[in-house]
């Protein structure tokens, strides 16, 4: 298909790791719909299941910044628009 997918987890440390979308094809545009660590998610606490979801357009070479929470982490489909 046209579709890409991403995800990253992380251990106990909050982080954020950069992804740059080379992998896209160029010239086209793609929603991004993203699951991530919600606000105040961490593994050692009940918040642990706070979930966000949001949508994005994106194209190639767009820089993707998801902050992920201790213990979290996110995945991403990348839905080709026409």
């Known amino acids: 298909s046209d579709n890409w997918f991403l995800g990253a987890v992380t251990d ?3 982080r954020t790791a950069p992804v740059t ?3 896209l094809d160029e010239g086209r545009t793609y929603t ?3 699951y991530r660590d ?3 998610a961490d593994y050692r606490t009940a918040a642990r299941h706070n979930i966000a979801i949001e949508k ?3 194209r190639k ?3 993707l910044e998801i902050p ?3 213990g979290g982490g996110y995945a991403a489909m990348f839905r080709a628009g026409r």
């Open 61 to 63: 070479g767009d820089r």
């Open 68 to 70: 992920m929470a201790p």
């Open 12 to 14: 106990e440390e909050a």
């Open 21 to 23: 979308l080379d992998f």
């Open 38 to 40: 919600g606000d105040g």
């Open 32 to 34: 991004a719909e993203i």
């Open 56 to 58: 994005r357009r994106v």
